[in-house]
């Protein structure tokens, strides 16, 4: 389950008046009002996750709105230790645009 990190997510078919549609499949999901460069698309993973284990994250991303052409789309990992310390893991970054739609890939290897 994909749920908003300090903003909303809105499934759409189109934007832009037919100008942006899926690069595959029927609908892609947008981020809508956000306020600060951290808040976006989130998932729990911490029930799928095994220490030791290798793992990649691929998203395929654009931007759209704010009269912003091009940003940095970054995907972090958000991690917390037994003892309830908190650490966000960077695990790739592209540079996006309002033309096309980009791929996002990296790897990320759980250590503790």
Known sequence: NWSGRG???VLH???AEGK???Q???V???ATGRTQNWNGIQQDISARVKRKLAYEVTAIVRIYGNNVTSAN???TLWVQSPDKREQYVGVSN???TDKDWVQLQGKFLING
Do not use: E, N, T
């Open 7 to 9: 903003c909303q997510i």
């Open 24 to 26: 595959s499949g029927k």
């Open 94 to 96: 592209v540079q996006a």
């Open 28 to 30: 892609f999901a947008a």
């Open 73 to 75: 789309v970054q995907a």
């Open 13 to 15: 078919d189109s934007m």
């Open 20 to 22: 942006i549609v899926p």
